[in-house]
């Protein structure tokens, strides 16, 4: 397994306790328990106690109101230079944002990642829901992330309706690119190449719902099948002759079997 230079970055504090500190640390841990050398970004206005882990605060915070509770979060632009000094200065294979939508530390990350890049998504409110203004302000931070993550239903959810797109969109970009006058579950377009793909991937969730049923499965396992086999093209592979198909056929089942265990 080829070692990996990953940043895991977080707005909050470091220094006050949260459950996304919590899960960047832990996450930390568990990557360097598997060989790969981590290094957490975050503010913090006190020298927080982190065990065993390579951890650059980039100053410190003031506490706002957000998604009804007190956090604390880095609102200095001066900050900004020293985040974009840490990504000028170390080559990172891998940049793992938390809440990458939040200023200044995450948003920032999102800017100056020059590497495959993360984003996952903790909170949600539905009367302060930030996801809904996406499309609106932020879908040029959007596509710079490479995979998305959410780590409740409800955050799922909400991401996923600003994320993707309807049956109507999905056909107006098969007609415009390739002439078939219908929708389809997934959609993508590399604009790198295999070995460093740069691509945008559509996902039609109405279509993706209606599909799960005839192929006895699951929403949320029709999803994953979806992920991996778009990931897939966009890395080369093809499914036009039945000895591609089969080869991709095969990738997709080992994957998916890489993702059930790392589930249970």
């Given amino acids: 397994m080829k070692q990996l230079k990953i940043a895991m970055i977080s707005p909050y504090d470091m220094s006050y306790p949260s459950g996304v500190n919590s899960h960047a640390v832990n996450l930390c841990r568990a990557l360097e328990d598997r060989g790969h050398i981590t290094t957490l970004i975050a503010p913090s206005t006190k020298k927080p106690y982190i065990a065993n882990i390579n951890f650059i605060s980039i100053g410190k915070t003031v506490p706002i109101r957000l998604f009804n509770t007190q956090v604390r979060l880095s609102l200095n632009p001066f900050n900004v230079f020293k985040l974009r000094a840490i990504f000028r200065s170390e080559t990172f294979d891998i940049v793992h ?28 409110n539905e009367g302060r829901n930030i996801y ?15 995979n998305n993550i959410a780590v409740s239903n409800l955050a799922k959810s909400h991401l996923l309706k600003h994320i993707t797109i309807d049956e109507k969109k999905m056909t107006a970009l098969n007609k415009k690119h390739l002439q078939h006058d219908n929708p389809t579950d997934t959609l993508s377009f590399n604009l790198g190449s ?17 599909n799960a049923p005839q192929f006895k499965t699951t929403f949320e396992e029709e999803l994953k099948l979806l992920i991996i086999h778009t990931l897939l093209h966009t890395i080369g592979y093809k499914d036009y002759t039945p000895e591609e198909k089969k080869e991709m056929d095969t990738e997709q089942t080992r994957l998916l079997n890489i993702l059930s265990k790392h589930k249970k």
């Fill in 132 to 146: 809904k203004y996406i499309h609106a302000l932020l879908t040029p931070f959007l596509k710079l992330l490479q």
């Fill in 194 to 210: 295999t070995q460093i793909p740069d691509a945008d991937i559509y996902i039609c969730i109405p279509v993706a719902e209606q």
């Fill in 97 to 124: 944002i938390h809440e990458p939508f939040l200023p200044l530390t995450s948003l920032f990350s999102l800017m100056f990642s020059k590497s495959a890049t993360i984003g996952t998504f903790h909170a949600f």
